[in-house]
């Protein structure tokens, strides 16, 4: 079953150059989830993040205990 993300609202990430290449682009306004895409492909696929998943994941990355 394919998630329908005509109505994602998606922002880049502030890290995100002036050319704006190289970035990628969540979008959090759908319930549950967290999708996750490529901006040089926005048509392209997304993955997809439960929520609280998600938070771990940025929680790993900002108190330095993700393991790579």
Avoid: Y
Avoid at 25 to 37: C, Q
């Amino acid at each position: 079953m394919a998630l329908d993300l005509r109505h994602a609202q998606w922002r880049k990430s502030s890290f995100s150059g002036p050319e704006g290449d190289n970035c990628v682009e969540v979008a959090s306004n759908l319930p549950g989830i967290r999708a996750v895409r490529d901006s040089k492909t926005p048509a392209g696929p997304a993955l997809i993040f439960s929520s609280s998943a998600w938070t771990r994941f940025l929680t790993c990355i900002t108190d330095g205990t993700l393991n790579v």
